[in-house]
């Protein structure tokens, strides 16, 4: 398949509007940016004995493989998904998706905003997460200086799932071997360190899921300079394994149970 227009959102609406009632999620507005529609997902009816998952992308517009690759994987896998309850936003930053821009409209990286409720669409997505807990939660992003593909793997957890995660995208994606990443220990593509609520005074997406609401939380990395669709397989790869591993780690008697804004509850 040819990825060849990741960065037209009405597109990847289209699509999603289109896959949404095979994969049993309702499709919901829940707020507008840069004057694009915002979208979450969500499983419907809310079905409690499964494993519950967070899937988002897009929150930064010129990692464009990121939202294209997991429509693409729900797409082929739209039967499968209905095997879980998932929250599911596909596109965070569409106005930077269309201007090829990690900001928003307003120059803001979103993903720096998750502890500022001043921002609107923040503010709308805390709301839907409310209290909701996942079994995993997988951020889908790029990263121009990127080597290969890694993983931030913050877990409450053991054992770690990083390494089989990197191993699904092989031969097509090799980890990036460099020896730190942004300032941190990098160990053949995993990047793991303690996460508390003062290391950064502007929180990422991945710092709320991992204090409130994920057990297991992953933030994906492709190498924006590779091309489209080795970036869009590595992360379709990683979704199967990390979505396959939370099935059979799964047992109806830890099964999540809490209201699930914008499903059936
Ligand atoms: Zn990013």
């Known amino acids: 398949m040819r990825h060849l227009a990741a960065h037209h959102y009405p597109n990847l609406v289209r699509r999603w509007q289109r896959v949404a009632p095979k994969a049993g999620l309702i499709l919901r507005e829940f707020a507008e940016s840069g004057n694009h529609p915002l979208y979450?997902?969500?499983?419907?009816?809310?079905?409690?004995?499964?494993?519950s998952v967070y899937l988002s992308a897009g929150i930064h517009g010129d990692e464009a493989a990121a939202p294209e690759a997991l429509i693409t994987w729900v797409e082929k896998n739209a039967r499968w998904l209905r095997k879980f309850r998932a929250l599911i936003f596909p596109c965070l930053n569409p106005w930077g998706l269309v201007n090829n821009s990690r900001l928003d409209i307003r120059g803001r990286d979103l993903n720096r905003c998750f502890n500022n409720p001043r921002v609107p669409q923040i503010r709308a997505h805390l709301k839907i997460l409310g209290r909701a807990q996942f079994d995993l939660a997988l951020m889908l992003h790029e990263d121009y200086d990127a080597k290969g593909l890694y993983i931030y793997e913050v877990a409450q957890k053991l054992p770690h799932w990083g390494e089989e995660l990197l191993a699904a995208a092989l031969p097509g994606m090799m980890p990036d071997t460099r020896k730190s990443i942004d300032g941190r220990r990098n160990r053949s593509g995993l990047v793991r360190r303690k996460i508390t609520p003062d290391l950064m005074p502007d929180w990422p997406e991945a710092f709320v899921l991992h204090f409130s609401h994920a057990t297991r939380t992953f933030t994906i990395e492709t190498p924006s300079e590779f091309a489209m669709d080795e970036r869009v397989a590595a992360h379709e790869?990683?979704?199967?394994?990390?979505?396959?591993?939370?099935?059979?780690?799964?047992?109806?008697?830890?099964?999540?149970?809490?209201?699930f804004p914008g499903g059936g509850d």
């Open 40 to 51: 979450s997902l969500a499983s419907v009816p809310a079905r409690h004995e499964c494993p």
């Open 237 to 259: 790869a990683i979704l199967s394994v990390a979505l396959g591993k939370c099935l059979a780690a799964f047992s109806p008697a830890s099964a999540n149970r809490f209201p």
